[in-house]
């Protein structure tokens, strides 16, 4: 079963908006991923944060972790037509080897 | 250079063929995994190795076999295909343990007709 709900299902807006994509799941993680995945190819890692952080950014990327609400959140500043893509949060489960389950992405177009 | 690989990239068989799909990845890391994307963009887990050792292994029919000689390669066979498997199948791998993303191949589309 999906360990994460993502919301919206799809997001489209103009070139120089911000993008908010949100990611709700259900048990204890480790840590929670979001990856980037262009049509026809395959994902890319874009960020991480650990379940005792609250915060991360990375360049025009800034997530946000809610452990208590077991949400998360994904902002895109300044898009471009280049984010145009399938963003997919995944959490990371607690203790043994690493196994990511994914939420069912979000579509984000960005026009020019 | 790639980083990880799959061949092949497209594959279009007829039911009840058995078919394989392989996996390298040059990083060094330790566990590999196979997940399947859905016509929807589901995206399940159905196999992970470490060192070799299968770790993981989901629900999944047992026409699907993975191998892995070596903790660089792994390797998806799938005996009497259904049209139920269409899909895109990735690869990954990652470290084993600790915070860490996963590096992701680019796909591999099933097409069972």
């Known amino acids: 079963s999906q360990q994460g709900e993502e919301d919206p299902q799809a997001l489209s807006i103009q070139e120089g908006e911000n993008a908010t994509m949100n990611c709700s799941y259900k048990t204890s993680i480790n840590n929670l991923q979001w990856y980037r995945q262009n049509s026809g190819r395959g994902l890319v890692h874009l960020i991480l944060?650990?379940?005792?952080?609250r915060e991360k950014h990375s360049g025009r990327l800034r997530v946000t972790l809610d452990t208590s609400k077991k949400s998360s959140s994904l902002l895109i500043t300044a898009s471009r037509a280049a984010d145009t893509a399938s963003y997919f949060c995944a959490t990371g489960r607690t203790g043994g080897y690493n196994k990511l389950i994914f939420g069912a992405g979000t579509r984000l177009a960005v026009h020019p | 250079d790639t980083a990880v690989s799959q061949t092949p990239k497209y594959l279009v068989t007829q039911m009840g063929n058995d078919k394989s799909i392989k996996c390298e990845q040059n990083l060094g890391h330790d566990t590999m995994y196979w997940y399947k994307q859905d016509s929807k963009k589901f995206l399940k887990i159905m196999f992970s190795y470490n060192n070799k050792e299968l770790i993981i292994n989901e629900t999944v029919p047992n026409r699907f076999s993975p191998k892995s000689p070596d903790k660089a390669h792994l390797n998806l066979h799938i005996n009497s295909l259904e049209l139920g498997d269409s899909a895109v199948y990735f690869c990954?791998?990652?470290?084993?343990?600790?915070?860490?993303?996963?590096?992701f191949g680019s796909g591999t589309r099933l097409t069972v007709v």
């Open positions: 990954a791998s990652s470290q084993a343990t600790g915070d860490y993303g996963y590096t």
């Open positions: 944060i650990r379940s005792n952080e």
